[in-house]
């Protein structure tokens, strides 16, 4: 509790009067801040424009995906198929020269292409087979192209493969001695094909291959016995 006036000395109260005087006096307070509030800026017409081919752009393209596959669920597209119908083994000769031995063959070979799809043209822009021998390859023949298969159609194609001086590896050219020796020779051939599918004023083009496995009887008049073939 403070002391009273008249119980303090005068020099204390002459101190005190002293002190008091000697302060600063007290600043005011601040002014509260301002808000400023900015101009609305507004969209330019440039902006509007680009906002709108966008969105017709995003439209066109929803459209145009609904359109594709309503044609594909309708058509339901299928790959055109490669088999061999038939093979006929006309001759084979291994030959033992150095450095390497050689075979010398004579294949023919029914190819039958034909195109699965009810309500679409397929053409072939280009076609190729090879023939092959335990991986190594013992022939090539382009087939005849372009060629048009229609909807529902299909074709024989003859392709003959003739080996001529192809150097195999001597454990390959005693496997072939062997098969001819059983009466059971083993061929694979390969097909590459780039197909364009035709429908309406749509085109589109793919690739597609194929693979089959043919065994046939020793020559020269060797048959077809068996085949397995794969389109893919």
């Not at 609305?40 to 995906?65: D, K």
């Not at 190594?136 to 023949?141: E, L």
Request: charged share 10%; hydrophobic share 45%.
């Amino acid at each position: 509790m403070a002391t009273p006036y008249h119980v303090q000395s005068p020099r204390s109260i002459l101190l005190k009067m002293i002190a008091t005087k000697q302060q600063p006096p007290a600043l005011p307070p601040p002014p509260p801040p301002k808000l400023i509030l900015q101009p609305r800026q507004r969209t330019s017409p440039a902006m509007w424009c680009a906002a709108i081919v966008c969105f017709a752009f995003s439209l066109l393209l929803i459209a145009a995906g609904a359109v594709i596959l309503i044609v594909f669920l309708a058509v339901r597209p299928r790959a055109p198929s490669f088999d061999a119908a038939g093979a006929t083994l006309n001759a084979v000769y291994v030959g033992s020269t150095s450095p390497a031995p050689y075979v010398n063959g004579d294949m023919t070979v029914a190819a039958n292409v034909s195109n699965p799809n009810q309500k679409m043209d397929v053409v072939f822009r280009s076609a190729a087979v090879e023939l092959f021998f335990g991986g190594r390859r013992m022939a090539a023949q382009a087939l005849p192209a372009p060629f048009v298969q229609r909807r529902g159609q299909s074709q024989i194609i003859s392709v003959h493969m003739v080996s001529s001086q192809v150097a195999l590896p001597p454990e390959l050219a005693v496997a072939m001695v062997n098969q001819v020796r059983s009466n059971r020779v083993v061929y694979t051939i390969r097909g590459t094909f780039k197909v364009q599918a035709k429908l309406w004023f749509w085109h589109y083009t793919y690739s597609m291959s194929a693979l089959c496995d043919l065994e046939l009887t020793a020559p020269p008049c060797g048959v077809l016995v068996a085949r397995r073939c794969i389109t893919r």
